[in-house]
């Protein structure tokens, strides 16, 4: 007797899983276009914003493509660049229209602003926003959610500040850099501060101490 295997068909879960590399060219490929086109037409913009013309219309269109391409890879609108790509969406096209480029320039403390509200307004309301987005990623007790939401909170106000003190300070050239690598660079070895905090072998010894 013949029998015919239907080819199996792999998960849901399983499929909105993406490639590590893809997800982070995606992320930071919109950074990297707004600050080669700044630079690259910083001295031919007729327009008389130091390259951010140009440079905030490449950006408005590489963050535009970055979450369609999210939304394919992971089956589901990524929130935080969705919410991110919408504040670049209206604070680039006031740029653009007024000509004005404090609009671009407040665009990360706007967005990082928000962030900590929303987090914050979730643990006024006994709610773990962080638990929500990265729960899948990360197995922490309320407990430790809390911790890390308390962490997020003062990194996002931490980030509009600096954001503000350096647009206020830095011409747009070294602003650029700042939003562009200096901030990137900062989130990184904040995210390595909090290896102790998420490290399963961190979370199972203090488990065994709660339950003691």
Request: glycine share 6%; hydrophobic share 45%.
């Amino acid at each position: 007797m013949n029998e015919h295997k239907e080819p199996e068909i792999e998960p849901t879960t399983q499929a909105q899983k993406s490639n590590p590399l893809v997800r982070m060219v995606t992320e930071f490929g919109p950074l990297v276009v707004f600050f080669a086109t700044q630079r690259l037409t910083r001295d031919v913009d007729p327009k008389g914003l130091d390259g951010l013309w140009y440079a905030t219309i490449a950006f408005m269109v590489a963050i535009t493509l970055s979450v369609i391409a999210g939304r394919v890879m992971e089956r589901r609108w990524p929130v935080v660049p969705l919410v991110t790509a919408g504040f670049v969406l209206i604070l680039g096209g006031l740029t653009l229209w007024l000509q004005d480029e404090t609009f671009i320039k407040i665009k990360p403390t706007l967005v990082n602003t928000l962030f900590a509200a929303i987090l914050g307004f979730g643990q006024w309301r006994k709610r773990i926003y962080l638990k929500a987005i990265f729960g899948e990623a990360l197995s922490l007790s309320d407990e430790r959610w809390s911790r890390l939401t308390k962490r997020f909170i003062l990194w996002f106000i931490s980030l509009a500040i600096l954001n503000e003190i350096a647009r206020q300070a830095l011409n747009t050239d070294d602003w650029t850099t700042f939003k562009t690598i200096g901030l990137p660079v900062l989130t990184v070895l904040f995210m390595l501060t909090l290896g102790s905090l998420i490290s399963p072998e961190n979370k199972s010894g203090e488990d065994e101490k709660e339950s003691r």
